[in-house]
Every structure is written in structure tokens, then in C-alpha cells.
């Protein structure tokens, strides 16, 4: 028998486009169940929209499929979790995410000048980070639309570059076009200028009935560029805490290692993490489509493939650095990415797997007897308390987009 499987991943609204497994709706994994012999399949946990200006169609929280994400123009994200199939015996499928991107809102002048990384840097004003991301988001759709890996050196960096390169990759593949557009009328958030630390700052687009965006940009050498993006295409967003700021409008930016919180930036990432690679509920989060609906998928994913004489491994690995913002709670909002793979393996001849969503594209479909496996690129923002509050830390989006995907 077949057992299809759905990956999980996250959708973009805005700039960028689903990739992945199966995108789901919403920006968490998603989890979908595969067939056994009668097709039964499994809900599948929500995706990320894309960070670009096209617009992703948002999906419910979960892991559905492998599925990238489209970050050009204004579409959600959802998180997409991989979706496989196994046929003759037991089939389950987890789900693929989807991101998010922004929409053509209110034109912004493009930055007199780029700002690098340096000593000497003025601070950064408002008006040229208006400029600046909004120079990110025009420069995002034109590349989005014409699949230009090139052009989204200038523009992105990182895992982040990486993940957008790889929903072109696979959009070019499949013979699906990506979003264009941008997100409207975004919010800035400026951290005060640190002597030889690179600048930064984030910008957060909410429209609603479609998603909210999340992007940080950073300064380097060669000029600014986003390095982390994260989005909620739910219907109703979950509460966004404010950012705390000082008398002239900055935010105050912390490091991992920050203390007054419930746990530092670093550790909540490596906590997070760790809770989705075991596939165990950390009641240090709050219940959510980027925490325990993505446990219960797995859970879910894990048996039903042991059904069918499978076994599933998985790993979530922190990639790049952690960024944090105060907020007005006295808590802090944190940027982690991560590359996470799943692997399914058979223990007995019988039952072939076949992954749906951005993952199949990348297999072309093909139906797998031995193993199989699908790499993920990841993003979350996430809400860490203050030391001494009762309340858990709350991951508010996701964006992913599948990288490889390959078996035998």
C-alpha cells in the first residue's frame, strides 16, 4: 500500500509564497493523515503566507505538506507540515506551511543610502527604514515574479535567502507562478544603534481577514537585507504585545542571553525546538498550531507510520542568530530560525511512502519502498514573558518553505 504523507510548513499572506509539503492555512506545520488502502487522511496543522508582496492563501495552523512559501507579494503564510501516503498498508500525511509577504500599500521613497554594518553608523531613522523596507518588499515582488534567484542576493540573506531561493526553485518546477505585491502600511520598530553590532529593525504588517507579517531587516556590508520573517494567517490573529520604547520612539533591542524573563531569548528558541523534535507538549508554551498541534501531527504522523512498519526521526536544528525587542510588558519578542528534517525510514518490506505538497514537487512525485526525507527551512517570532509571570511564552508565527526533499 501507499502511505502518503503531507509535510509540515508554513504559509506567507505577504511577500512570500507556500512551499513545502502540503501548505496548510495556517502559519504552523500542518499535519494531514495518509491512506490506508481507503484513503483515510488526517488533518494536517497550519502554514506559514509568504514574506513577499504576492499573496498566499491563508490555511489553518499545523503541519500539512512540505511546502514553501512566498514571500513577494502580500499573501499569508501558514505553516505546512509533509504529507505521504502509504499504500497498501497505512497512509498518514503531514501537512506543509505556506508564509506570508506583503501587499502593495502606500509607496515609500527608496533609502538615500543603504546602511552597512560599521563604526561609525548614525542611528537610524524612522523615515529611512520606512525606506528602506519598503525598497525590501518593491525589489521582493519584481524578483518573486520573474523567479530571480539572483536578484534575492540583494535583497535577503541568510536562511532566509536560502528558503525564498528554494520556493523559486520549486514554483519553477511545479510551473506555478509566485505572488507579487506588498504588505500595507507596516509598523517600524527601531533598536537604539550599538557600537560594532550590525542594525537592525522590524517592521510588522497586519491586514486584516489575511495575515500579519513579521520582517527583520539587518545591515551589512553590502546593504540592508531581511534575515527572518514570520507570519499569522489566522482569521483573528493571536494578541501581538507592544513593543516597548523610550522617549524618542527606539525600541530597546536585548541579547540572547538577556535575563528578567522567564527563561533568555536563546533558551526559549532551543526549548521550542527540542519540544517539536521530541514531539512532547512543553507546558512552558501556550497551546497553539507552532506548538502542540504541531506535537499532536507528529504523534499522530509517527504512529501511523509505524502502522505500516515505518519509523519517523526528526530534527530541529537553531540556525542563525537570536534577536529580541523589549516589550511594554517587560517581557520580549523573539526572531529564531531553524532547519528541521523529517525522516521516514521502512522496517519491513511492504509499504511504499510518497510525499504531497511542495516535498512531492521536489520528488516528482515518486512513490518510496526504503526511506525518505524532507529538509525545512524555519522561522518563528515568539513572546517571552517577564521573570516571575505565570503566563506561557507564545510563538505568534512561522514562516517555511521546504529546501530538498529526496528517497529511495
Known amino acids: ?107 515609500t521613497s527608496p533609502p538615500s543610502a543603504e546602511a552597512p554594518a560599521g563604526s561609525g553608523r548614525p542611528q537610524l531613522t524612522s523615515k529611512e527604514a520606512y525606506a528602506v523596507h519598503g525598497r525590501y518588499q518593491r525589489g521582493l515582488s519584481a524578483a518573486q515574479a520573474r523567479k530571480d534567484r539572483e536578484a ?52 510588522v504588517s497586519h491586514e486584516p481577514g489575511v495575515a500579519r507579517i513579521v520582517d527583520v531587516m539587518s545591515s551589512a556590508p553590502g546593504g540592508w537585507r531581511l534575515v527572518a520573517s514570520a507570519a499569522d494567517t489566522r482569521a483573528t490573529p493571536a494578541r501581538f504585545p507592544a513593543i516597548a520604547t523610550d522617549a524618542e520612539g527606539y525600541a530597546t533591542g536585548l541579547s540572547e542571553n538577556a535575563t528578567g524573563l522567564i527563561a533568555t531569548p536563546r533558551q526559549i528558541a532551543r526549548a521550542h ?42 530534527s530541529y536544528r537553531l540556525e542563525g542568530p537570536v534577536r529580541a525587542l523589549r516589550t511594554g510588558d517587560g517581557g520580549a519578542l523573539v526572531w529564531y530560525g531553524a532547519r528541521s528534517t523529517e525522516l521516514r525510514e521502512a522496517e519491513r518490506e511492504g509499504a511504499t511512502v510518497k510525499l504531497k505538497g511542495s516535498a512531492a514537487v521536489r520528488t516528482r512525485g515518486k512513490a518510496f519502498a526504503r526511506s525518505v526525507s524532507a529538509t525545512y527551512g524555519r522561522m518563528y517570532v515568539t513572546h517571552v514573558p517577564p521573570a516571575g509571570s505565570n503566563e506561557p511564552a507564545r510563538v505568534l508565527g512561522e514562516w517555511s518553505d521546504v529546501l530538498e526533499s529526496h528517497g529511495d
Request: proline share 11%.
Open 152 to 203: 534575492m542576493a540583494k535583497l535577503e540573506h541568510g536562511l532566509a535567502l536560502e528558503m525564498t531561493r528554494a520556493a523559486f526553485t520549486t514554483a519553477k518546477m511545479e510551473g506555478t507562478s509566485l505572488a507579487t505585491g506588498v504588505w500595507p502600511n507596516p509598523k517600524i520598530w527601531i533598536p537604539r544603534h550599538v557600537e560594532g553590532v550590525a542594525d537592525w529593525f522590524v517592521a
Open 1 to 107: 500500500m501507499v502511505l502518503t504523507i503531507i509535510a509540515a510548513s508554513a504559509l506567507w499572506l505577504a511577500t512570500r509564497s507556500p512551499s513545502g509539503p502540503s501548505l496548510a492555512a495556517n502559519p504552523t506545520p500542518d499535519r494531514s493523515g495518509g491512506d490506508w488502502g481507503g484513503a483515510v487522511s488526517s488533518p494536517s496543522p497550519t502554514s506559514s503566507p509568504s514574506r513577499s508582496a504576492r499573496k498566499p492563501t491563508p490555511r489553518p495552523g499545523g503541519t500539512e505538506g512540505t511546502e514553501g512559501t512566498d514571500r513577494s507579494s502580500p499573501r499569508p503564510r501558514t505553516s505546512s507540515r509533509p504529507e505521504t501516503s502509504l499504500r497498501p498498508e497505512a497512509s498518514s500525511r503531514p501537512r506543509a506551511t505556506t508564509s506570508l509577504r506583503p501587499r502593495a500599500g502606500t509607496p
Open 273 to 314: 525546538l527540542a519540544s517539536l523534535e521530541r514531539a512532547e507538549i512543553d507546558p512552558a508554551f501556550d497551546e497553539g498550531p507552532w506548538t502542540s498541534e504541531t506535537v499532536l501531527f507528529w504523534q499522530q504522523e509517527r504512529a501511523r507510520l509505524r502502522e505500516a512498519d515505518w519509523k519517523l526521526t526528526l
